[in-house]
């Protein structure tokens, strides 16, 4: 098993900068890919940004040039940079973990808050 926990979150204004960071315990050689994902008020979840054990990043479009996701390896830690951010950024952000055969782990969620 896999244990992820999330950190980071906060309220900030339009425009500004946020850092997430995950931090994974437990059988953590297992895993390949990790993930961000965010579920904003009266939205589904949906995948924000994943990078793979070799550094390989993928990002859906609204983020693409405003998020950075990263990993350190050594930590077993994963962070997703956030710059620009705009109030429909508001969202509880979930860390995702998954094995290199396919099993998927979820943290608890940290609350993202662009308003002025």
């Known amino acids: 098993q896999v244990q992820l926990v999330e950190s980071g979150g906060g309220l900030v204004q339009p425009g500004g900068s946020l850092r997430l960071s995950c931090a994974a315990s437990g059988s953590v050689d297992s895993i390949n890919t990790m993930a961000w994902y965010r579920q904003g008020p009266g939205k589904e979840r949906e995948l924000v940004a994943t990078i793979t054990r070799g550094a390989s990043t993928n990002y859906t479009d609204s983020v693409k040039g405003r998020f950075t996701i990263s990993r350190d390896n050594a930590k077993n830690t994963v962070y997703l940079q956030m710059n620009n951010l705009k109030p429909e950024d508001t969202a509880v952000y979930y860390c995702?973990?998954?094995?290199?055969?396919?099993?998927?782990?979820w943290g608890k969620g940290t609350l993202a808050t662009v308003s002025s």
């Open positions: 995702n973990a998954a094995w290199f055969n396919g099993m998927p782990f």
